[in-house]
């Protein structure tokens, strides 16, 4: 169960993403961040979420958002992804979890009756300031971007 909420300071992070250059919260000071946190790449699950924000990338940018995706797969793993997939925005590649565990989305999961630890699906919405302005628990994978921006209407 997380602990962060809205209206809370969004835990600081930095990280290395699929071309190998060091990406950080304050490279998004001034902006509206989707950050995003999803367990593999090209995974069903994982790859639908993408591409509604692949698709929808436009739209979300002119209202002012900027994209960045975590998971703790390897940042080559992460370069194949997006050009397969043609995403237009980074991907954060997490494998000593750091940033997973800074934003409380590691931790236990259940799935056909076992338990194991994993990535919690969650997407944070944090505004210029650095506050964290949305939190989606519930990712709705097929209509994801749709999710963020029915929230904002």
């Known amino acids: 169960m997380t602990t962060l909420t809205e209206g809370a300071a969004a835990p600081y992070f930095e990280g290395i993403n699929e071309k190998e250059e060091k990406v950080s919260l304050s490279d998004f000071k001034g ?3 989707i950050l995003f ?3 593999k ?7 639908a979420a993408a591409c509604t ?3 929808d990338f436009e739209t979300l940018q ?3 958002f900027e994209m960045l995706g975590v998971s703790p797969d390897k940042s ?10 043609n995403f237009p925005f980074s991907l954060l590649a997490d494998t000593e979890k750091d ?5 409380e989305c590691w931790g236990l999961k259940k799935m056909y009756g076992r338990e194991y630890e994993g990535v919690i699906r969650t997407t944070f919405v944090i505004n210029e300031e650095g506050t964290i302005e949305k939190i989606f628990k519930k990712v709705k994978t097929k209509t994801h971007a749709q999710q963020i921006l029915e929230s904002y209407e």
Not at 41 to 47: A, K, L, V, W, Y
Not at 76 to 85: G, P, V
């Open 99 to 103: 940033v997973l565990k800074a934003y």
């Open 53 to 55: 924000l692949r698709d």
């Open 37 to 39: 946190f999803y367990p």
């Open 41 to 47: 790449d090209d995974t069903p699950g994982c790859t």
């Open 31 to 33: 902006k509206k961040l």
């Open 76 to 85: 080559t793993k992460h370069q194949k992804f997006i050009d397969k997939h």
């Open 62 to 64: 002119a209202k002012g």
